[in-house]
């Protein structure tokens, strides 16, 4: 009894002593000791290279979204970025022990957006990818007959089961994550499923392996060389592909429930004019945007129940088989995205025309036909 009564005292000597020591840490150095939480996309727009590259524009863009309460700036910086894996991708001595330095380009923007109080997504395209299988054909999507296989507006596709097409994008996002950005966001990270890509031949794929298990392994090698770097991962799907049907799931790769257990957002792109005409009843989608968006988070919601996951959708800030586009089907694509808790919204605009979105976010009213933004990726 009297040496549980000396243990329980000596406990309560030591955490006294421990309370006291801590109280003379500063706050800085507490900080430092504990890890920092992730900073996340949250009301962003899109931002190309070009953009990015051109003083005026950047400022212009930087000023106006600002003045419209947005804080991400999502830049597209794969070209960029893949310069120097690619020169060893050439050379076919790409290996896992590779090491790239920080981009000088990107964690000088970097730095001035975090400056100017902005959250920097840095979106990746993946598979997709016409310098990488130009400088090396083997690594690409097949066609019969041996050509490479071509999607709707032409591009080349690198085979997702290739273990070097995979750690080349790894090592990209490293890239990315060491010139200090905040989060990678990856695009096309899925099978392509335009024109024929039913008949598209893969030369590496592995008996056994489904689609769907090649895409989380993919992610599951750049969760593990970015954990270090305190970024966030997310991940650009089809907006269709909330409505998960199996057909879907299994052409493309994208199940989001298992997907979830790697990534920190999921941006589905819920552009209403992207769902074909009929799709839900609707004969043209693309004048809906509030139904479209709500639902698409909705079901998206639903498939990640219970994942710790953010829901940051794609809407749609261009004028495409969209009569009523303007200012009103800005902000009822954003009314959507709060009706149902997502934690965000990003605006895409192809050629970074966003008069309308600013003016609907500051609340002025601008009709459709003020706008000439027409230019939109496939997805």
């Known amino acids: 009894m009297v040496r549980n009564l000396t243990i329980i005292a000596m406990a309560l000597v030591l955490a006294g002593l421990i309370f006291f020591a801590l109280s003379f840490?500063?706050?800085?150095?507490?900080?430092?000791?504990?890890?920092?939480?992730k900073r996340t996309s949250n009301r962003g727009l899109y931002i190309t290279a070009w953009t990015a590259q051109t003083p005026s524009r950047l400022s212009y863009i930087k000023k106006q979204a600002r003045a419209a309460g947005l804080n991400t700036i999502v830049v597209d910086a794969k070209a960029l970025l893949s310069k120097p894996v690619l020169e060893v991708v050439k050379t076919k001595k790409l290996t896992n022990q590779?090491?790239?330095g920080p981009n000088e380009w990107l964690a000088k923007l970097t730095k001035e957006?975090?400056?100017?109080?902005?959250?920097?997504?840095?979106?990746l395209v993946v598979f997709k990818d016409d310098h990488l299988v130009i400088a090396r054909p083997d690594l690409g999507v097949k066609i019969e007959g041996g050509g490479l296989y071509r999607d709707l507006k032409?591009?080349?596709?690198?085979?997702?089961?290739?273990?070097?097409?995979?750690?080349?994008?790894?090592?990209?996002?490293?890239?990315a994550a060491l010139s200090g950005v905040?989060?990678?966001?990856?695009?096309?990270?899925?099978?392509?499923?335009?024109r024929s890509s039913h008949k598209a031949i893969y030369p590496l794929k592995k008996e056994g392996v489904s689609k769907v298990d090649v895409i989380n392994m993919f992610l599951a090698g750049v969760q593990k060389r970015?954990?270090?770097?305190?970024?966030?991962?997310?991940?650009?799907?089809?907006g269709v592909t909330a409505w998960q049907s199996k057909n879907d799931i299994e052409n493309i790769g994208q199940d989001l429930k298992k997907m979830a257990k790697y990534i920190d957002v999921l941006?589905?792109?819920?552009?209403?004019?992207?769902?074909?005409a009929g799709y839900d009843g609707f004969a043209n989608p693309g004048s809906h945007p509030y139904y479209f968006v709500a639902k698409g988070v909705e079901k998206t919601k639903q498939i990640l129940s219970g994942e710790v996951v953010a829901v940051v959708p794609w809407i749609q800030g261009f004028n495409l088989r969209s009569p009523n586009?303007?200012?009103?089907?800005?902000?009822?694509?954003?009314?959507?995205?709060?009706?149902?808790?997502?934690?965000?919204?990003?605006?895409?605009n192809a050629s970074n025309k966003y008069e309308i979105t600013f003016s609907a976010l500051k609340g002025k009213g601008v009709t459709a036909t003020e706008d000439k933004a027409t230019v939109t990726r496939e997805e």
Not at 157 to 174: G, H, K, M, Q, T
Request: net charge negative; proline share 5%.
């Open 154 to 175: 032409w591009g080349r596709w690198a085979d997702p089961y290739s273990d070097e097409v995979r750690l080349y994008n790894e090592l990209i996002a490293e890239i």
């Open 98 to 100: 590779a090491k790239f």
């Open 25 to 37: 840490v500063s706050q800085q150095a507490v900080e430092e000791i504990l890890p920092k939480a």
């Open 182 to 194: 905040d989060e990678v966001q990856f695009d096309y990270i899925r099978f392509p499923a335009e």
């Open 226 to 238: 970015l954990k270090k770097y305190n970024v966030s991962i997310a991940v650009d799907i089809f």
């Open 113 to 123: 957006f975090h400056e100017d109080g902005f959250i920097v997504t840095v979106r």
């Open 325 to 348: 586009f303007g200012t009103n089907y800005i902000l009822e694509q954003v009314k959507a995205c709060k009706d149902e808790s997502a934690e965000g919204y990003l605006i895409w």
């Open 267 to 276: 941006s589905p792109m819920f552009y209403p004019s992207h769902f074909h």
